[in-house]
């Protein structure tokens, strides 16, 4: 039976009662693993960045890519970690002290993502910082369909200073970002579709969305938002066309790639496939918006974990 009163979406009142961050919640639950991840996306012209740290039960990842348009390539790495190791993506305060505990899902206002990845295989050692200013969350909390498991997620896009140092070349910007913290109890075999973009609309006006479809996708109250000028809706279940398109109920946003990330690997209780192509976006938004420019990414997964 799924837990009550849910699907959720905040922020606002009737918040589960239920274990959910910034409480830590257990290991397992109905004899499901705590899958949980905080993402941060950096989409630009100039740039295309993400930085992520995992944890399927004991097990820990962190990964991160860097496209760059001067030299037309992309950097990417991903580490297994044992249950306390740091590795190469980690969240502190913004004020850049070190207090050498991980920063899951914090509490509020800006945070400070670094990566820190040493020179390996032939490639440049890659060091960044990248400051992520204060910005709402659009939260929810949506049940599985497995027994009584549940997943907490909550998406933002705010501005994102940028310093990032690969080998000799130092990159600093400002642009946006979308920033995905999640955690709970998927099914064992979970199957989905994302994307994130962040861009500017034909009328000036700035637009982000967080799209989604196999996981948090309850026809209302899920974790799908649109932000136009920084203001968030909930748009109504979405199509994925593999990962070249998506349909929406009133708009279509067409996708081309610049880079993508993909990989396919087994871990002892937990195996994953997933292509993640970053690139650019046309089309439109629901209510007959129409995009001047976008970038972002695209993103299927397939995990038993």
Not at 65 to 86: K, Q, Y
Not at 117 to 130: I, K, Y
Not at 274 to 290: A, C, I, M, V
Request: charged share 30%; net charge negative; hydrophobic share 35%.
């Amino acid at each position: 039976m799924s837990p009550p009163s849910l699907p959720w979406r905040g922020p606002g009142p009737g918040r589960p009662d239920l274990p959910l961050p910034p409480a830590k919640l257990p290991l397992r639950r109905g004899g499901r693993w705590r899958k949980r991840w905080r993402y941060l996306g950096v989409f630009c012209d100039e740039l295309l960045l993400c930085a992520a740290r995992v944890g399927v039960g004991p097990l820990g990842q962190t990964f991160w890519a860097v496209w760059d348009r001067d030299s037309g390539r992309m950097l990417e790495r991903t580490r297994m970690l044992g249950p306390i190791a740091r590795g190469e993506v980690w969240t502190e305060p913004a004020s850049g002290e070190d207090t050498g505990r991980l920063e899951w899902a914090p509490e509020s206002g800006p945070a400070l993502v670094r990566i820190e990845a040493g020179e390996h295989g032939g490639e440049e050692p890659l060091r960044a910082f990248l400051r992520v200013g204060a910005a709402e969350w659009v939260e929810s909390v949506c049940p599985t369909g497995d027994g009584d498991g549940y997943v907490w997620t909550r998406k933002r896009v705010a501005p994102v200073e940028c310093d990032v140092r690969i080998g000799g070349r130092r990159i600093r910007l400002e642009a946006r970002g979308v920033e995905d913290e999640s955690c709970g109890y998927h099914p064992r075999h979970t199957v989905w579709d994302w994307s994130a973009g962040v861009g500017e609309l034909s009328d000036g006006r700035a637009a982000a969305w967080n799209l989604v479809s196999g996981i948090n996708d309850a026809p209302e109250r899920s974790e799908r938002a649109i932000w136009i000028d920084g203001t968030a809706s909930e748009p109504a279940p979405v199509r994925f066309e593999d990962l070249d398109a998506i349909q929406l109920e009133d708009a279509r946003l067409e996708f081309s790639a610049r880079c993508e990330r993909r990989q396919e690997e087994r871990r002892g209780f937990v195996s994953y496939s997933y292509r993640q192509p970053f690139g650019s976006f046309t089309g439109t938004l629901p209510g007959g918006l129409e995009l001047a420019e976008a970038f972002g990414v695209m993103e299927h997964h397939d995990a038993r974990w």
